[in-house]
């Protein structure tokens, strides 16, 4: 989702209440719309959650923390997959290939890709390259 707005504007904007939105246009009204939503609800979460324990607190805070990281490398992984697959050089292609995979290996054995969704993301790769390899 691009950002249309600092994450500090947003809260200010919560915190004194009124939107005026008549400066957006609809796109930036949606994203403000649902940054707003994101906001109030990890406010929300944050002040509500069930935990009574310090153990369960300090759990949410490892889960929220670590689901960050996946989404990070999650999201990383899909960049290099795309600038692989735009890639016309073989030489280039071909140093960057091992590694596109070490991520997707990484994160299948970490759990965030299945290991049959992996397979099949190398092996798209792999043919994208000996395409490449035929053309050149």
Known sequence: MAKFFSKNFLQKIVLFGKIDLT???PKQKRHLKAELFRIYNDKFYKLHNMAHH????KRIRQNEKR??????????ARTAIK????????????????KVVSMIDRLAKRGN???NKA?????GLMKHI???????
Request: hydrophobic share 40%; glycine share 0%.
């Open 23 to 25: 400066f957006a246009r």
């Open 54 to 57: 310090k153990s369960a607190l």
């Open 67 to 76: 689901r960050l990281q996946n989404r990070y490398y999650k999201k990383s």
């Open 83 to 98: 600038k692989l697959r735009d890639l016309k050089d073989l030489a280039e292609a071909q140093t960057f290939l091992p």
């Open 113 to 115: 890709f299945h290991k």
């Open 119 to 123: 397979a099949n993301l190398k092996s």
């Open 130 to 136: 000996n395409t490449l390899r035929a053309t050149a």
